[in-house]
DNA sequence: ATGATGTATGTAAAGGTTTACATAAGGCCC
DNA sequence: GGGCCTTATGTAAACCTTTACATACATCAT
């Protein structure tokens, strides 16, 4: 059967000897055929090589069997494996995902908004942590939607992620038990929700220790390795050292061994250091990181789990499901060894 | 013009006062409708907020605007930067992409395979190296393809990569002018064309130095971190030992690098190691790794033209474009120190 | 004035589905 | 045997485009 046009569900429906509706219905509402007409027709099929052209039904449908995901960057090393469960489970509900990255350009999220509103895509799993569309879309005009990775800032959507405030907690609370007690948090945006939860883990977990807030350092950067690093430099500036560096996610953590090992300095004998993700290059680096892992593909297969919910009942629940993150510890973390305080 | 139902064609041709054809030429044909009436459709398109069905596009053009992406994992590190530039290319040519992963697993290839006979794909770009399809499919049925990363065993499909026997040839030279003789090859497996490939560049530089066959030694293995492990602990259960390792990819490059360790060597004082690809994660290893970049954003965006190229002339080429490999010197080779040759 | 040529627009069919509605047949009850 | 319900199937419309073909009008050469 290796015509060159494929199969129509008419070819079908002219050898099974039924009507195309029978032929549909088969395929669809299989219990509203009879059982001998379901077999001339799988026959049939068979024979033809059919398999439904899905444009021409999700035309009829007014809905398609894609969902949109738009992340900043695809390269985002936390970004594929969640991909790999995003995918996993969209495929076995037969959907499949359509890529989109915005590297933070609102103009780049104009154009995928295109796609949703010619229909290609059902529904939309968003990394950004905000709207990519800028002011143009209401809400309302959205498909359903799920955040991923980072709470979405604007638009009330539902969100799967890691529990942000309770990874933070087990890091600092480690710290606490190494003994540290002027602990360093390197946030990176303070827009980020990330980097608020983060923060509270940091500031619940030194409160129960009964450390005031005096004693804490905060600084602000942009998650990046180099942010990390400019965070060093900052701190030798002052007057007062911290003995262990709480980083909001390992890039920053990275540029922190960075900068430290640049000034001479060993870790985890001179300085302790934890990150959060658990990127694959944690590792690696040496020392090895010592950080909160995100369970990346539970993240993507839930999330996917909850959108396609959404796609069949079309209720608006605006949950937060929040996953367990666990402390994977590594070399990076060891007793303070000295006061740095005073130098 | 919140509506909940989008605009059509149809919506806009009323408002307009035209038929819905003049509207289709306005948008797609402008140079062949009057400038009077092209201004009145494009208002019309503004006051509605008109964009086209791109299902009903595509069923009418029996062509869809989505290239399938199939790739054995997207979790590899030198997945996500391809498809960067697959991305942004094909986005630049109003083409979507969507993904799929098989983990060389061919029920899940036949999976996608359906995406592309129910028209959802108008092309096709592998990642795997393989016709992921079984023996299901001719290639007759076969949308335009691009292979990419590594070339597609069979099937004829033109290819865009880096050049692998060029790259190996950089790798195996550079160890040879830090006085290198003894250099063993450590692959993957012969199935895979780049392993050929990567090879022929280590058996060329050799033939070049006039090293003799019998001072080559090559190992196989399947290209990960534990089979580069693995591959040590074979070398030493030999009465030679190479003076450098050159390895088909950067994971076994750091699986020898960690058996190495094992052993208490140490990189690059006792044995010289190099990689190829350069994944990101070369860089935080210690010591970094000398390794072959591969230009990955260019050949994606290279790939992604190629096939839309294929998709408007509709000329089966079968081209092989080669990128140029670059080395990357870091530090994992040094000269030999010593000859392990007699222990 | 006539016919030819060219330009701008409209009409309607086609692309492959799904499904509301219509029809037909079979079984059952009185 | 007639009416009624159930089950299985068919008919045809609708989803929204694009485009071949038809039409209408203007321009121009003769």
Redesign the pocket.
Known sequence: MSNS?PA???DVARIAE?????V??A??MPE???N??RLKVNQAIAITG?T??AM??S????RSNMILVVAPDIGDPNFSNILVGLENEARAHGYGILIGHTQNDAQRGLEYLKFLNSNQAAGLILFTGILPFGHQTMTARLPPSVGVFEPVFNGGIPYVGVDDTEGARKAVDLLLAEGHRKIAFIGDSRTRLAYTRRRMGYDAGLDAAGISPDNRIVLEGDGTIESGRHAVEQLFMRDTLPTAFMCVNDQTAIGVMVGLGARGYDIPRDFSVTGFDDVPQAVFISPPLTTIRQPRTAIGKQAMALLLELLSDGRPTETEILLRPDLVVRNSVSAPSRNWSKR
Chains 1, 2 share one sequence.
């Open positions: 046009t129509t569900i008419e039924v009507s195309i509706a029978t549909s219905r395929i669809h509203k055929v009879a001998s007409t059919y439904t052209n021409a039904r035309l009829r449908l007014g």
